[in-house]
């Protein structure tokens, strides 16, 4: 290789090493965020118990209040029973009651499944503060072990960093702004090297970095002349196995 796709290579190795790091911050803060998600979520569900239990205890409230004013009117239809004074007024009054007595008792129902469902709700609550608990402990584990590794990551970051701008300064201005080009488009994955297939002449050339067919044009350049050329389905820079090998198939 010339001097150019020396320097680009050698900035390549770096440029590997900070998308490593980076992608280890990014997956340490991630760890971070997935488990307040879950706090969060176990919160809003302990929120909307609560509110479920509220709600079933209004219900249970209005229930007991119709049964009170149910019963009321039970106790007058007997007096007034008693006082009848002809069997069609009596009979007419005790179907009026018995039908009375005949709801308030699907309302009595009713009553007791809104509080079965109120201390299942409880029940639930219960499980759900334990899981906060526990999800609020690990948080904060995560988080420690997270802001130790992330001063570790970073104090590497920076030091990588500091290689990759020594580095850089090697590489051609018009270069190194193609080389950053491909670096954020490919999170640093910049070159691949030529890739030399067979026994004899003609070989068969492909692109180590995505193995798709190259022509013999790419290596001979690249093995007289310094200069840049790019895969032509992946786009990466490429250049010459060092040394150039040939692989038998």
Do not use: W
């Amino acid at each position: 290789m010339g001097n150019t796709l020396e320097a680009m290579f050698a900035l390549q190795a770096i440029e590997r090493q900070l998308a490593d790091i980076r992608g280890q911050l990014s997956s340490s803060n991630a760890a971070v965020s997935a488990q307040q998600r879950r706090v969060d979520e176990l919160h809003q569900r302990r929120q909307s118990l609560h509110d479920e239990v509220l709600a079933h205890q209004k219900d249970a409230g209005g229930v007991e209040l119709e049964l009170k004013a149910r019963e009321e009117e039970v106790n007058k239809l007997r007096a007034i029973l008693n006082s009848t004074k002809t069997n069609k007024e009596y009979a007419a009054i005790l179907t009026q009651l018995n039908t009375l007595k005949a709801d308030n008792s699907k309302l009595e129902d009713r009553a007791l499944e809104l509080m079965q469902e109120v201390d299942q709700t409880h029940a639930q609550a219960g499980q759900v503060e334990e899981q906060i608990s526990q999800a609020e402990k690990l948080f904060e584990q995560i988080k420690q072990t997270s802001s130790e590794e992330t001063t570790r990551l970073r104090t590497i970051l920076d030091d990588l960093q500091a290689k990759r701008d020594s580095a850089a300064q090697a590489v051609p201005d018009k270069a190194l702004k193609i080389f950053d080009r491909i670096a954020a488009l490919r999170d640093g994955d910049v070159m691949a090297g030529i890739e030399v297939l067979g026994k004899k002449p003609p070989y068969h050339y492909i692109c180590g970095g995505c193995n798709m067919s190259l022509t013999a044009e790419h290596a001979n350049a690249l093995r007289t002349r310094d200069e840049i050329r790019f895969c032509d389905c992946c786009g990466r820079i490429l250049y010459l196995q060092k040394p150039e090998s040939v692989q038998q198939v």
